[in-house]
């Protein structure tokens, strides 16, 4: 690995890890002033301040696909790909299964981006390693 994607995925890990300190402590902020606030324009926008940091991460993230090796976007590209599959399976599954009374998911929608990301990570390790 050369010495700019070493600091670019350094770089990375930092800002990542600030994002998301950042998307936990406004996430807890938001859920406890939302207890003493009215329905409202001043409650949608406490519930979207979450996604703020989240744009941080997104952000951090393209920086550093910017700079990563030819091998390594062909990984995460591929890695996305199959991640999509995967989300737009498990998302059908899912669905058919709350539909027909199977399941009942709480705040599902909220778990969606966590368990895709989780995917892509695996997804990503496993087709190009430790390095990618």
Known sequence: MS???RKAKRRYTIELFAAMALYVIVLFGALTLAKTLPPGPLLIALALAPVA???LAAAAFFRFYRNMDEMQRRVTANAAALTLVIGILLAITLGFLRRFGVMNFEDDM???G???IGIWGGVRYALGGRDC
């Open 3 to 5: 010495e700019r994607i």
């Open 53 to 55: 940091p989240i744009l």
């Open 110 to 112: 909220m778990w969606l």
């Open 114 to 116: 966590p368990v895709l």
